[in-house]
């Protein structure tokens, strides 16, 4: 079978639907990211022609996501603004965190009265990936089961995670199912920012601040945590060198 014809039957068997609602994450400090941080959220940082958050917001629309849940909470009033201007095809509502950082975690949980379908998309507002063979969010989505999963997370191998300086994060049995890395080892997989999950996940979660992690961990033991692979680019945009390596490197594609 050549390449093409692969790719046009993998495009058939993604069919399945992608949830309508997506939280994206804003809310975040960007200190990797100074000093361009300095006065101006990360996610309105520019790279190749456009902000982080409008690069996320292009793949949203072009997979059928209809409403977004925006946490805001350095710099607000921007990524508010921006929002008003760029997003008017998307039904925007804000989860305030001015008051309190509440990180991944606590973000999710303070968004979810605002959320409405069950399960929902997660995904980090300094993404940047370009789809393989077919649309990333709908692959996700195709792999999704309630019945087994609380969370879903999109997943490259570590060889392809570009500009990525870390260890990786997890390991993947044949069933797609996650462990965590070990101490001081490689993980075979980095995860993107990219995840689908039930609003089970959430339950008698923890007050105020935390991270994802905790949910993540809780998964992993129960056994409902579960990883897919994603099957295009992936940019690891952390830091102000990264950007011009994303922008080289996209350049050549």
Request: net charge positive; charged share 25%; proline share 5%.
């Amino acid at each position: 079978m050549t390449a093409a014809r692969r790719a046009l039957r993998l495009r058939a068997e993604v069919a399945a639907d992608v949830p309508k609602t997506a939280m994206v994450m804003a809310a975040g400090l960007g200190k990797r990211m100074r000093p361009l941080t300095a006065t101006r959220p990360k996610p309105l940082i520019e790279v190749a022609g456009k902000p982080l958050i409008d690069h996320v917001l292009d793949r949203l629309r072009a997979a059928g996501v209809e409403n977004i849940v925006v946490n805001v909470h350095y710099l607000p009033g921007s990524i508010e603004a921006h929002l008003a201007a760029k997003a008017q095809d998307l039904n925007v509502t804000i989860s305030d965190e001015r008051g309190l950082l509440l990180e991944t975690g606590g973000g999710m949980v303070k968004a979810a009265p605002l959320i409405h379908d069950d399960p929902f998309l997660v995904v980090n507002s300094d993404n940047l990936w370009v789809d393989g063979p077919a649309d990333t969010l709908k692959l996700l989505a195709s792999h999704w089961d309630s019945a087994r999963m609380d969370a879903l997370l999109l997943l490259v191998p570590h060889a392809r995670a570009q500009n990525h300086r870390g260890l990786g994060d997890f390991h993947m049995d044949r069933t797609g199912r996650l462990r965590r890395r070990e101490k001081s080892r490689v993980a075979p997989f980095v995860f993107t920012g990219i995840q689908i999950v039930s609003k089970a996940l959430l339950k008698d979660a923890p007050d105020g601040a935390f991270s994802t992690n905790v949910f993540w961990d809780r998964a992993i033991e129960a056994g409902r945590c579960f990883g897919a692979v994603h099957q295009g680019l992936w940019f690891d945009v952390g830091t102000p060198k990264s950007i011009g390596e994303t922008e080289a490197f996209l350049q050549n594609v």
